[in-house]
């Protein structure tokens, strides 16, 4: 089984930065793309960033193109989410998780973190 915790989320003020981070434990997730996703109250899960597992490969949402990168530490169990110059509409719960595959889609992803609050303040 594999459990992945996310961290850092926050309030923060328009313009502003934070960086979240994903751990995964137990099973190990070699080869496996890792992914963020966002979601608001009423809305459907968004894709945000996803990284392969060598990192040589990278996707991101238009929406933070830009203001928003992905990376992967050497142990390649951690994934992390910059997010520099941060708006309002990017207040959301945002997740962490686990695909077989580098994919946009929600429903290609096998594990999912609890999620972590990030508020941006205008």
């Known amino acids: 089984q594999v459990q992945l915790a996310e961290s850092g989320g926050g309030l923060v003020q328009a313009g502003g930065s934070l960086r979240l981070s994903c751990t995964a434990s137990g099973r190990t997730l070699e080869n496996y793309p890792m992914g963020w996703f966002r979601q608001t109250i009423g809305n459907e899960r968004e894709f945000v960033a996803v990284?392969?597992?060598?990192?040589?490969?990278?996707y991101i949402a238009d929406s933070v193109r830009g203001r928003f990168t992905i990376s992967r530490d050497g142990a390649k169990n951690t994934v992390h989410l910059q997010m520099n110059n941060l708006k309002p509409e990017d207040t959301a719960v945002y997740y962490c998780?686990?695909?077989?595959?580098?994919?946009?889609?929600?429903?290609?992803?096998?594990?999912w973190g609890q999620g972590t609050q990030v508020t941006v303040s205008s």
């Open positions: 998780a686990a695909a077989p595959e580098a994919s946009r889609r929600t429903d290609q992803y096998d594990y």
């Open positions: 990284i392969t597992w060598t990192g040589v490969r990278v």
